[in-house]
DNA sequence: ATATAAATTTAGGTTTGCCTAAAAATTTAC
DNA sequence: GTAAATTTTTAGGCAAACCTAAATTTATAT
């Protein structure tokens, strides 16, 4: 893994997150709008990093990360998360401010850095916004590991799963409007009985404590 | 202050630090040398920069920082200090190991970080080196320009800083067992080469002139 | 004072990343 | 299955930073 530009890195990100939904090559314009230049600066940058050989990509076919690609996306997204759980946790920033700042942050190249500040950190394996953090092999951390009881109010996280699989229990979430996907955003945690006050497609209600043990998030 | 880039902050920096020694403008040849370009490519780089206002430059006649020039070069320095701050106190870098990492973090650009990093560290007023952090308004605090070199057998003197911040140097008075802080008492001075022989932590060891002339103390 | 040396600038190129406008390929629609 | 719409690529340019080689200006040395 050699050095990559600031840019570089940014279309390997972009490719990266892309490809998880669309299985097909990813498009140039998906590519355009996401990082907000026009397709014809995408499908000059897709040339040079294919020769790069980062990603493959034949005209009007899309494009495709390689082994090496990917490894450079998931180090990018690795600082990037490691970063806003530093601004944060350490500097007390909101979690609303510090996407830009990490979009600086994420590029800076220094693999010692990035394990220190990993450890400085107590080694999270989520970041503020409850996306999971990958470990300095790019290896993500099962989604499975963090129940809701273990979120802070200000997190917003991606429901994933439940531990308790009770008809009960599913047919009692499903009644709350919560379901696989969806978002949840924590308000506050009652101090004495550890229920939650939570915002999910813009409704607020409680969970106890006991129904916050039961979902998974990332 | 509107936005920099990463290059013209090095520029900038550059010949903030070169105008402190040499009070004529500061030459092309010496950016270059600094900075590690060509003459050339200065000359084009010190157009554009009068053209941007950040300083006043005539041809042949070397380059002056304008006040806003000036006012982004020690913004660039505090930044760059601060982050060998957090470097060695939080993350446990050795004091050699951190000026590369950030020469990449002094060009993040957000205010508030810089602000609160500095709490964060406690609102250091040196850096690692020994060299004075300017504060948000760009004062830089009472530092004391004494040099071992200018000192008197028999004296005892508290280490400072260092002049020369090089790797080299700063491995080798490490091995010496120098440490900022330490206490250094000065026995005796050789007339013929002004090497000087002294003692810390009660061992007895010889530093040339050069060596003490990169050594700041109180 | 003139010749030589050194410093600086100019001229002409390169690479990275971006743009607009036009052409070509692919997809969709009838 | 062809025509229209959309997507993608090509062609040609531009700005920031860099370079080499050739002027030009300034400094130095006899
Ligand atoms: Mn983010
Ligand atoms: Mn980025
Ligand atoms: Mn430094
Ligand atoms: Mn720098």
Redesign the pocket.
Known sequence: MSRY????E??LKAIYFLSQDAEKGV????I?ES??????????????LREKGVLH??????AELTEEGEKVAISTVRKHRLWECFLVDKLNFGWEEVHDIAEQLEHIQSRQLTDRLEEFLGFPKYDPHGDPIPDKNGVFPHSSDLSLDNCKPGQTVKVRGVKDTSPEFLKYIAKLGIGLGDDIHILEIEDFDHSMMIAVHGKKLQLSSIACKNIFVQ
Request: aromatic share 12%; glycine share 4%.
């Open positions: 530009t600031f840019t570089e940014n279309y498009s140039t314009n998906a355009s990082l907000e230049t026009k397709p014809s600066t995408v499908t000059e940058m897709l040339r040079r990509y034949k005209k009007y076919q899309g």
